[in-house]
Nanobody, 125 residues
């Protein structure tokens, strides 16, 4: 599976941004998709995950209520819609995939098999 993330950029606090991750090379609709982020000097952190069917979805506490993850299996694409962005959301955002269903380990980076190259999101205050 190859993953290509895009949509990052420089925005102001309070703005919205929608990232995209396009998958190729395998049956996208059978994969759990996740988003993680890594800020400078910090470890990669879980953002959100979505089951192959589109439900359920789970979010980290830091983005819950502001971010919404969705997917379009016909387009092999997963989208995190990020609203009310804060400076602390600044990071490189990575999409990842794994086979199976969303489970209790879906918030852990090591449970994912494939990773995209990352896209930078910078939120200015």
């Amino acid at each position: 599976v190859q993953l290509q993330a895009s949509g990052g950029g420089l925005v102001q606090a309070g703005d919205s941004l929608r990232l995209s991750c396009v998958a190729s090379g395998s049956t996208f609709s059978s994969y759990v998709m996740g988003w993680f982020r890594q800020a400078p000097g910090k470890e990669r952190a879980f953002v959100a995950t979505i089951n192959w069917s589109g439900y359920p979805t789970y979010y980290s506490d830091s983005v819950k209520g502001r971010f919404t993850i969705s997917r379009d299996n016909a387009k092999n694409t997963v989208y995190p819609q990020m609203n009310s962005l804060k400076p602390e959301d600044t990071a490189v955002y990575y999409c990842a995939s794994k086979q199976g269903i969303v489970s209790e380990d879906s918030g852990y980076a090591q449970s994912y098999d494939y990773w995209g190259q990352g896209t930078q999101v910078t939120v200015s205050s």
